[in-house]
């Protein structure tokens, strides 16, 4: 056997796959900033455990756009105390509006752009650089237009695109972002008034009934369950009928549900849920895990919210 030769093709294999992976999450190295919040190193364990499963699952998923947004997440919180915004909100907001991609364009190039979905010229009245001349707060598909061709033109490169137009800076757009939606909420005395002015202009009669306003409730929900320590480890899947929050957990070497329990007990630096016990960790059929437990089995943890 030509071991040199078997060796190439599996570097080669791993080489391809890794960079599928990055693709697919959309954290290619020229669309991140030198420096980024130590949150994706917190992800880590879990998304490599999951690779497969991130790799086929749709990019527009909650989890995916969780995970791509908890890449700001310093910056974001930073900004939601600044200038008093509800928690996780804002979070909530970029997941909606551009799935956690700082380079990201409105697919029907209406002239949005980046974390903030920001129009040129809203972006210009919150002191953003912007390419053109367009200072249109509505849809401007000449703009939009040259955005796409820029962004390609480009290839993605996050440094370049963020010194031309500075909607695709992570640091400067969500900071931008986060004092036009306070000054929505000083105007209307709503966040749901604010959430669908964000989108409209001007907010509609009933902002709760719409479907931007409830995806990005739901995304601001998800956030903050999957967040802080306990999204480490645990996923949130989903509430069952009895209002208890399911976690799916993938089990490493030496756990048990003891082990388990008391670890999802820590990481609840939040204080979201009533300590939960060994007997809360069950298999997918909702049995009792017991201690017989293998590296790399998925169990469940239901956890009752406070």
Partial sequence: MNYNKTFRRVICSLVLLCGLYHKTLGIDSKTLPLKFPNAQEI????IANNLETVIESNITHAHERFVRTLRWDETISKAEEKYNIEKGLLAGLIMQESMGD???LNESNDGG???MMFQPGTARNYGLKVIGSSNKTGRDTDHGKQLRKLVDTQDRNYQVLAEIDERFDVNKSIDAGAKYLHDLHASHDSWDMALSAYNKGKPVRRP??????KSTRRF???YET?????????????TNSRGEDIFRYEIRQSDSPRSIANNFNISDDR???????PSD??????????NKLSTGQTVFVKATPN
């Fill in 271 to 277: 204080n979201r849920y009533k300590k939960i016990k």
């Fill in 226 to 238: 999957n967040g802080g320590k306990i999204g480490q480890y645990y996923e949130y899947i989903r």
């Fill in 208 to 213: 709760n009934s719409t479907q931007h306003v």
């Fill in 43 to 46: 992800f880590r364990p879990r």
């Fill in 220 to 222: 601001q929900w998800y």
């Fill in 281 to 290: 960790v069950v298999d997918k059929n909702r049995h009792l895990a017991g």
């Fill in 102 to 104: 700082p380079l990201s």
């Fill in 113 to 115: 752009a980046g974390l």
